[in-house]
């Protein structure tokens, strides 16, 4: 006689990995949010390379709580992509420049990413700051190599710049005219 099952219907669930079912009275699994895994497809997911995209959106998941990246931060990604020529990684460094490095606080109360476009040229520059930074390092240690008569230092003049409360081109040209 074949066996009875009675299956509750709330223990099937859809693996957002694989998207094939299962039931999770049976199955090891993860769940994050409201989404199940099958374990074995959450080691993997875990041990993929990710595209800048996706780590944009894991970013954006992680930053609001959530197992999904909203309709209308999809569109403004899109939008910044599209009308500004920003890039997933750049967005995705803006977003850990405000909220990690410049220590901003996330308003929960609006869900959105329209910060950006205020931010971006900050970030870069401070990106790139750094990044000079490294490449002033590298090439010192090709300095070691360096024979020693190579090193010629120029001291340059400095200038004797006025402390100011207020810093703007219009005082650097007044500056400039006094000399
Ligand atoms: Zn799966």
């Known amino acids: 006689m074949p066996e009875l099952e009675i299956t509750d219907p709330n223990d099937i669930v859809v693996c957002r990995y694989c998207k094939k079912s299962f039931n999770k009275k049976e199955t090891e699994f993860v769940k994050i949010g409201e989404k199940y895994s099958h374990k074995h497809c959450a080691e993997l997911e875990d041990k993929r390379e990710k595209t800048d995209a996706e780590k944009l959106d894991i970013y954006i998941m992680e930053l609001y709580k959530t197992d999904f990246v909203s309709p209308r931060i999809k569109k403004q990604i899109n939008q910044f992509i599209n009308d500004y020529n920003y890039t997933y990684s750049g967005i995705h460094k ?60 120029i001291p340059v003049p400095q200038r004797k710049v006025k402390k100011r409360n207020l810093f703007s081109f219009l005082d650097e040209e007044e500056e400039m005219n006094e000399q």
Do not use: C, F, M
């Open 94 to 153: 803006a977003l850990v420049y405000y909220y990690e490095i410049k220590k901003k606080p996330l308003d929960t109360r609006y869900t959105g990413i329209g910060i950006v476009p205020y931010i971006y040229q900050d970030a870069y520059n401070y990106y790139y700051a750094l990044w000079l930074a490294q490449q002033k390092n590298e090439s010192k240690d090709i300095n070691k190599y360096i024979p020693k008569e190579w090193e010629v230092h």
